[in-house]
T-cell receptor
Framework: QKEVEQDPGPLSVPEGAIVSLNCTYS??????FMWYRQYSRKGPELLMY????GNKEDGRFTAQVDKSSKYISLFIRDSQPSDSATYLC?????????????FGGGTRVLVKP | NAGVTQTPKFQVLKTGQSMTLQCAQD?????MSWYRQDPGMGLRLIHY???????DQGEVPNGYNVSRSTTEDFPLRLLSAAPSQTSVYFC???????????FGSGTRLTVV
């Protein structure tokens, strides 16, 4: 079983809809939780970063973490065609040798005009 | 501010050849990592580092070596290239103030 599970999609929504993405994880030692966006043939881009249970909002994006359930979510409001990309959840564990980041497999999102 | 710079962007190697993928960051970040990305496998950690002289293996380290002699540079060496190492390689860096990694634009490697 993978440490971080994420539905691969694809998830297709009409423009203006709310996009809802989620990941589950098994390692309760994870300390930091992130969401990345990756466009085709580009590197991942950090969208949201949090370290505690609860909600964090940044513009149209809301990240939610529930450590007791080992579950994180990302919501994108008023979705735009430019939001079409692969979204990756990631979880960080700080070790003596460095910052060890483990990724989910990514969910492909398509926002249709 | 260039961020994380990876070179080359594309490379074709023959089986058995060796090469070094270069990675440099200009943000004075302590942490650096190398990932490979394959279809259906997601991003998998190869090696990571907290600073000069300190590195550790990730999930898929076999066939790769790293060293970190400066804060800025974290090269990845392929010792004897194999077709299974055909992949897109990403280097990333982060600071202790924000553990979210900044990624480079990647190196697309094909081993024939």
């Amino acid at each position: 079983q993978k440490e971080v599970e994420q539905d691969p999609g694809p998830l297709s929504v009409p423009e203006g809809a709310i996009v809802s993405l989620n990941c589950t994880y098994s390692n309760s030692a994870f300390q930091y939780f992130m969401w990345y966006r990756q466009y085709s043939r580009k590197g991942p881009e950090l969208l949201m970063y949090t370290y505690s249970s609860g909600n964090k909002e940044d513009g149209r994006f809301t990240a939610q973490v529930d450590k007791s359930s080992k579950y994180i979510s990302l919501f994108i409001r008023d979705s735009q065609p430019s939001d079409s990309a692969t979204y990756l959840c990631a979880m960080s564990l700080i070790k003596a040798a460095g910052n060890k980041l483990t990724f989910g497999g990514g969910t492909r999102v398509l926002v249709k005009p | 501010n260039a961020g994380v710079t990876q070179t080359p962007k594309f490379q074709v190697l023959k089986t058995g050849q060796s090469m070094t993928l270069q990675c440099a960051q200009d943000m004075n970040h302590e942490y650096m990592s190398w990932y490979r990305q394959d279809p259906g496998m997601g991003l998998r950690l190869i090696h990571y580092s907290v600073g000069a002289g300190i590195t550790d293996q990730g999930e898929v380290p076999n066939g790769y070596n790293v060293s970190r002699s400066t804060t800025e540079d974290f090269p990845l060496r392929l010792l004897s290239a194999a077709p299974s190492q055909t992949s897109v390689y990403f280097c990333a860096s982060s600071s202790a103030a924000n553990y979210g990694y900044t990624f480079g634009s990647g190196t697309r490697l094909t081993v024939v």
